[in-house]
């Protein structure tokens, strides 16, 4: 380990002795904070019940076509990558937790304009009003934790933010199998709903504000957070981290990390993860399933074990040999599921013909339905694999020990 490597482990506020705190209000910012990734994660599973809902609807009835049912899904993103940049400023400026707060606005007028849609022009700002407020969330709510929590915990607690995501969307798939779209819109409302109101009862992180100069503020935090704010001291001048500079992509051991970070991140998101998580429903509607709603739940409930899974196993294993095998499985899988539709394209269209809880005796009416659960495998094992690249990738130490917009230099 290099000086600088010892300089950046340094935590921001420090207990003599080794002493460890015995706060336990902590577990409960942290908590407030986290139910910000959870109202992004069914914000990004809303569209897989509701696009099937949408699409069926009888005039006069509001209806999206397929153009349409497409950008419904996808214009989250859109509003993801303007929250992204947004959050980015907000968090350094309005600080961790104003930010929190003000990201819980964008998800509950996006829901609430959801729910009171009249056209298509309507759904669609409230998914982009929705996408806004989860890219602010991504970003602030791991920033938050990590600087509120103290060592023995921050690892933990950092862990529960992608956790928190896919429960979010196992949330939105459960709720949407007995709700129609409009209700399950009035139900995304209520988790940003109860972080607006629990972060206005938590205290800002000690670490912003002492960068504000604000000791005094940061000792009360210190004292709620950790329940003991005696004998902690400053850091010295420079154990702050230094922001990125474009000049340092010269430098050969910055440029191969960073690329190489980047290049893993893109990857994982083109391998069709979102697609799968927006579109799930609609995707084995096509499959030709009796209960698509069903085959949804399963995935979502795959996806948050394998989520867990990973975060449990990543130390031991490595995050190198997790991803190496994460690919090697999310291969095998859309293989086996591209190999699914293609035995089944010739089957009839209608997709209320295979019945995933039929009993394994009963005699196959098609070939389609002898093959359901190769289709639900497939898609499971993708699942599985995307949740621990995805963990792996976020979890990990920033490549280039540099300050992280995650995890603000305090990587779990």
């Known amino acids: 380990m290099t000086p600088g490597d010892e300089e950046e482990t340094q935590p921001l506020l420090r207990l003599p002795g080794g002493s460890a705190p015995r706060g336990r209000r902590v577990f409960l910012a942290a908590f407030a904070a986290a139910l910000g990734p959870l109202s992004f994660g069914f914000a990004l599973g809303y569209s897989s019940p509701a696009i099937p809902s949408l699409r069926r609807a009888a005039p006069p009835a509001l209806r999206l076509d397929d153009a349409a049912a497409s950008w419904f899904g996808a214009i989250v993103t859109l509003g993801a990558a303007a929250g992204g940049v947004l959050g980015g400023w907000l968090v350094d400026r309005a600080g961790r937790k104003l930010s929190l707060l003000l990201c819980a606005v964008p998800f509950v007028a996006g829901f609430t304009v959801i729910t009171a849609a009249q056209n298509v022009w309507m759904l669609l700002g409230g998914r982009l009003l929705t996408g806004l407020a989860c890219g602010i969330a991504s970003l602030v709510a791991p920033v938050?934790?990590?600087?509120?929590?103290?060592?023995?915990?921050?690892?933990?607690?950092?862990?529960?933010?992608?956790?928190?995501?896919?429960?979010?969307?196992?949330?939105?798939?459960?709720?949407?199998?007995?709700?129609?779209?409009?209700?399950?819109?009035?139900?995304?409302?209520?988790?940003?709903?109860?972080?607006?109101?629990?972060?206005?009862?938590?205290?800002?992180?000690?670490?912003?504000?002492?960068?504000?100069?604000?000791?005094?503020?940061?000792?009360?935090?210190?004292?709620?957070?950790?329940?003991?704010?005696?004998?902690?001291?400053?850091?010295?001048?420079?154990?702050?981290?230094?922001?990125?500079?474009?000049?340092?992509?010269?430098?050969?051991?910055?440029?191969?990390?960073?690329i190489i970070g980047i290049s893993l991140m893109a990857f994982q998101q083109l391998s069709g993860i979102n697609a799968v998580m927006f579109y799930a429903e609609t995707i084995f509607e096509e499959a030709k399933f009796k209960d698509s709603s069903l085959a949804s739940v399963i995935v979502g409930i795959i996806q948050v074990l394998f989520t867990a899974v990973a975060a449990l196993v990543m130390d031991r294993a490595g995050r190198r040999l997790l991803l190496a095998l994460s690919g090697v499985v999310m291969v095998f899988s859309t293989s086996a599921f591209g190999a699914y539709f293609?035995?089944?394209?010739?089957?009839?269209?209608?997709?209320?013909?295979?019945?995933?809880?039929?009993?394994?005796?009963?005699?196959?009416?098609?070939?389609?339905?002898?093959?359901?659960?190769?289709?639900?495998?497939?898609?499971?094992?993708?699942?599985?694999?995307?949740?621990q690249a995805l963990r792996c990738l976020l979890a990990g130490r920033c490549l280039l020990h540099l300050q992280c917009p995650f995890h603000s230099g305090l990587c779990p």
């Open 144 to 258: 938050y934790i990590s600087e509120i929590a103290y060592p023995e915990v921050r690892g933990l607690l950092g862990s529960c933010v992608q956790l928190m995501v896919v429960i979010g969307i196992l949330l939105a798939y459960l709720a949407g199998w007995v709700l129609k779209w409009r209700w399950l819109a009035v139900l995304g409302c209520v988790p940003p709903s109860f972080m607006l109101l629990l972060m206005c009862c938590m205290p800002e992180t000690p670490r912003y504000l002492l960068t504000q100069h604000k000791r005094q503020e940061a000792a009360a935090a210190m004292q709620f957070l950790w329940g003991s704010e005696q004998g902690w001291e400053e850091p010295p001048v420079g154990a702050e981290h230094e922001g990125f500079h474009l000049a340092q992509l010269r430098r050969p051991g910055v440029y191969k990390p960073f």
């Open 342 to 387: 293609k035995l089944t394209q010739g089957g009839p269209s209608n997709s209320s013909h295979v019945d995933l809880l039929a009993p394994v005796s009963m005699e196959p009416t098609s070939g389609s339905v002898g093959l359901a659960w190769l289709a639900v495998g497939s898609m499971c094992l993708f699942i599985a694999g995307g949740a």
